[in-house]
């Protein structure tokens, strides 16, 4: 079971850090990924961390001001996002595939319900 959380409405140029807990014990063997999804459009790729938490993934629209971590003893993976843009706004979900890892969601087995963050301009 995943649970995302830390979402919120701020403004143009502020930093959230969104996490994403698991239950579980074999976290650790799982990869995760932020998706997202802004209203009236499709869900699309953020993030993503492998099981290890050597390899990272990010899509461009996020890449230079994000950062993705894990800490597998908290069963908790962070998105770190600085700079927000009005654009950033959506519901953020995450999602875990065991030992895989990458953009495409369909290859995700479980998500969670998603936080909203909303960017004010």
């Known amino acids: 079971q995943l649970q995302a959380s830390g979402g919120g409405l701020v403004q143009a140029g502020d930093s959230l850090r969104l996490s994403c807990a698991a239950s579980?014990?074999?976290?650790?063997?799982?990869?995760i990924a932020w998706f997202r999804r802004a209203s009236g459009k499709e869900r699309e790729f953020v993030a993503a961390i492998n099981w290890g938490g050597v390899n990272k993934y990010y899509a461009d629209s996020v890449k230079g001001r994000s950062t993705i971590s894990r800490d597998n003893a908290k069963n908790t993976v962070y998105l770190q996002i600085n700079s927000l843009k009005p654009e950033d706004t959506a519901v953020y979900l995450c999602?875990?595939?065991?030992w895989g890892g990458g953009h495409n969601s369909d290859t995700y087995d479980y998500w969670g319900q998603g936080t909203q963050v909303t960017v004010s301009s």
């Open positions: 999602a875990a595939e065991r």
């Open positions: 579980g014990r074999t976290f650790g063997t799982y990869a």
